[in-house]
């Protein structure tokens, strides 16, 4: 019997060793490969802000780190916005701004009045992307937006002409949606049905929408509804309706078009 209990504590003793230098092994990899994760994750970011600004397509082949850097340092500046004023927020790092993190902070952030797109909290700051050509000419604004669809919040970037109201496209790149059908808000010829939309009408009211009226959709205010998502579909109006509203980035579009921008 006692040999019997020496060899189980042998193995006892074995496995909660080899556990633990598991442990060590993957949290000290984890440590590690940290800052690689958060610049893998700032490259991905930077990649869909260049295909909603029309400066790379990533269908057509493989887009490389140097191609991704080069085009976004020439052309892209991020900056950060007071989504209640409206104004710019000077001294802190736009590329590199946690609006996520921020948002989960109730020291940094506010739970919406009207949250018709379920986001929950909004962080009290967001960062805006302005699009320069080759002479340095604003060609386009890029804001980020969310709102929940049918199984996941949904993350997009809304690309607008410097007239911020034309659309340039709508670029989903993340979402968790049914593949075929609410995951259908990545497929390419849907997304080209949002390029020269109108988001606001004459008198600046909202006016863009998601549909399944063939007559609206025909309009410059009108998009197709993805066919059999209907709860997805709503949840891309939704987040049209928030971000676009009094909560989300109204303030800084008024701003910008009485000359904020320049």
Same mark, same amino acid.
């Given at each position: 019997?006692a040999n019997n209990k020496?060899?189980?504590g042998r193995?006892?003793?074995?496995v909660?060793?080899?556990?633990?230098?598991?442990?060590?092994?993957?949290s000290?990899?984890a440590?590690?490969?940290?800052?690689?994760?958060?610049?893998?994750k700032?490259?991905d970011?930077?990649?869909?802000?260049?295909e909603? @600004?029309g400066l790379? $397509?990533?269908k057509? &082949?493989?887009?490389?780190?140097?191609?991704i850097? #080069? +085009?976004y340092g020439?052309?892209?500046? @991020?900056?950060?916005? $007071?989504?209640?004023t &409206?104004?710019w927020v000077?001294?802190v790092d736009a #590329? +590199?701004f946690d609006?996520?993190k921020?948002?989960r902070d109730v020291?940094?952030?506010?739970?919406?009045?009207?949250?018709?797109?379920s986001?929950?909290?909004?962080?009290d700051?967001a960062?805006v992307y302005?699009?320069?050509?080759?002479?340095g000419?604003l060609?386009?604004?890029?804001?980020?937006i969310?709102?929940?669809?049918?199984?996941?919040?949904?993350?997009?970037f809304?690309?607008m002409?410097a007239?911020?109201?034309t659309?340039?496209?709508?670029?989903?790149?993340?979402?968790?949606e049914?593949?075929?059908?609410?995951?259908e808000?990545q497929?390419?010829q849907w997304k080209?049905k949002?390029?020269g939309k109108?988001l606001?009408d004459?008198?600046?009211k909202l006016a863009i929408?998601v549909?399944?009226?063939?007559a609206?959709a025909?309009?410059e205010?009108?998009v197709?509804?993805?066919?059999?998502a209907?709860?997805?579909?709503?949840g891309?109006?939704?987040?049209?309706?928030?971000?676009?509203?009094k909560?989300?980035f109204?303030?800084?579009?008024?701003?910008a078009?009485?000359?904020?921008?320049?």
């Amino acid at each position: 019997m006692a040999n019997n209990k020496d060899s189980f504590g042998r193995t006892l003793f074995v496995v909660v060793g080899l556990c633990l230098i598991c442990a060590i092994f993957v949290s000290t990899a984890a440590v590690l490969l940290r800052p690689t994760q958060a610049e893998n994750k700032l490259l991905d970011k930077q990649k869909y802000i260049l295909e909603a @600004a029309g400066l790379i $397509d990533t269908k057509a &082949g493989k887009v490389t780190k140097a191609q991704i850097l #080069d +085009t976004y340092g020439k052309h892209i500046e @991020a900056k950060l916005v $007071d989504l209640k004023t &409206g104004a710019w927020v000077e001294g802190v790092d736009a #590329d +590199t701004f946690d609006q996520r993190k921020a948002s989960r902070d109730v020291k940094t952030s506010f739970v919406p009045e009207h949250d018709i797109a379920s986001v929950k909290r909004v962080a009290d700051n967001a960062v805006v992307y302005l699009v320069r050509d080759e002479q340095g000419k604003l060609t386009s604004v890029i804001l980020p937006i969310h709102g929940y669809g049918l199984w996941s919040t949904m993350y997009a970037f809304l690309a607008m002409d410097a007239d911020l109201n034309t659309v340039q496209s709508l670029v989903y790149y993340e979402q968790g949606e049914t593949p075929g059908l609410g995951g259908e808000v990545q497929n390419a010829q849907w997304k080209a049905k949002w390029h020269g939309k109108k988001l606001f009408d004459e008198q600046g009211k909202l006016a863009i929408s998601v549909t399944k009226n063939p007559a609206v959709a025909s309009t410059e205010y009108g998009v197709d509804a993805l066919s059999g998502a209907t709860l997805t579909s709503n949840g891309v109006q939704h987040s049209l309706t928030f971000w676009l509203g009094k909560e989300g980035f109204a303030s800084f579009i008024e701003k910008a078009r009485n000359g904020g921008l320049s």
